[in-house]
């Protein structure tokens, strides 16, 4: 399977490099349209189904953000946006729908890995390209035409490597899982667990938080009811929401976050990197929502009937709260 491995600057700087061609094609009276679309201007937009998962967290809504930018009418595109409210049967009727509606292409967002073969399969015997950007699928890759995202499991053990070295004394962690069968749920949680091997830390429970605030500081408030502040010594939570909502249990339970009970986070969204710089949670592994760009221009080569790299990897950093008070300036979301 071929793989392409980019980091924010290069993926800025291929779309941006692309994107420049593409809007010269509105110049010329003479362009042909892209099959299934005009691709820039000059003929008809190219029609997108994009299925999101929801609005579960700040992460989600910078996404969103950045499909909404990428996959504009200016950039030769109508898109036609659902969002499941994290519901996986929704997304999937959404995806029917976009076939039904006979669009050009489909990007997904997939809220959770599996279920997908048969409606890829659908819109594979339709003639429609699937995209999928941020998390993947379980199903074959034959059934989708490229996916681009972030390397979940990388990011876990990005996080349990900093753990591994800060705990070296018998450690109680709890964790605050993702969405139940999502991609960055099931990976980031594999990626700390194998990094953490033989060390003191001991996970003594574990928890879906759905990746929203709300979910983590309720989940959060179970563990301290059942385990006491004492009990606890490190969350790890897989997206910022959910720490974030963890430090209000933390500090409506009279214990100091960041202190008495020690947080480490992946998203590196606003919010969390502020939490980070106040000393409330520890250490923060990104995951870049940006993906816009890049998935609208693999909607464009697809449709050209380009060869694409069937998978496109943007790279991630981490921070620690020195870093995150030289970043937070600059951050865009
Ligand atoms: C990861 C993305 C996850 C984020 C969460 O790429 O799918 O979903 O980590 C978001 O914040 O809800």
Redesign the pocket.
């Known amino acids: 399977m071929r793989k392409q491995i980019l980091s924010t600057l290069a993926l800025v700087g291929v779309v941006a490099l692309t994107a420049a061609g593409c809007s010269t094609d509105t110049a010329d009276s003479d362009d042909v349209a892209a099959p299934g679309g005009g691709g820039g201007g000059g003929g008809d937009l190219i029609t997108v189904g994009f299925a999101q998962?929801?609005a579960?967290?700040?992460?989600?809504s910078a996404?969103t953000e950045s499909m909404n930018e990428a996959f504009s009418e200016e950039n030769g595109f109508e898109l036609v946006f659902n969002s499941a409210d994290?519901d996986p049967a929704a997304q999937i009727a959404a995806v029917r729908s976009f076939i039904n509606q006979g669009v050009d292409a489909i990007v997904i967002?997939p809220i959770v890995e599996d279920g997908w073969d048969d409606v890829l399969q659908e819109a594979q015997d339709a003639e429609i390209p699937v995209i999928l950007e941020?998390?993947t699928v379980s199903a074959s890759e034959d059934l989708y035409a490229s996916w681009v995202?972030?390397d979940?499991e990388l990011?876990g053990q990005m996080a349990g490597e900093w753990a591994a070295e800060q705990f070296t004394e018998p450690t109680n962690m709890v964790v605050l899982e993702?969405?139940t069968g999502?991609?960055?749920a099931n990976d980031?949680a594999a990626g700390f667990d194998a990094a953490i091997e033989g060390t003191p830390i001991e996970k003594i429970d574990s928890q879906s938080g759905?990746?929203?605030r709300d979910g983590g500081k309720s989940v959060m408030e179970g563990f301290l009811q059942k385990h006491g502040a004492d009990g606890i010594d490190l969350v790890y939570a897989?997206?910022?929401?959910?720490g974030l909502g963890a430090i209000e249990a933390i500090e409506a339970a009279g214990a100091v976050p960041g202190e008495d009970i020690k947080i480490i986070t992946?998203?590196a969204?606003r919010d969390g990197m502020q939490a980070l710089v106040d000393g409330k949670i520890n250490y923060i592994v990104e995951?870049?929502?940006l993906l816009g760009d890049a998935a609208a221009e693999l909607v464009k080569a697809v449709l050209n009937g380009e060869e694409v790299a069937k998978t496109t990897i943007v790279e991630d950093q981490a921070f620690d709260q020195a870093a995150a008070e030289a970043a937070l300036p600059d951050r865009t979301y």
Do not use: K
Not at 238 to 242: P, V
């Open positions: 998962t929801g579960e967290s700040g992460w989600r996404n994290n967002a941020d998390r995202g972030l979940f990011e993702g969405t999502s991609a960055p980031r759905d990746f929203t897989h997206n910022d929401d959910m992946i998203d969204v995951c870049n929502p």
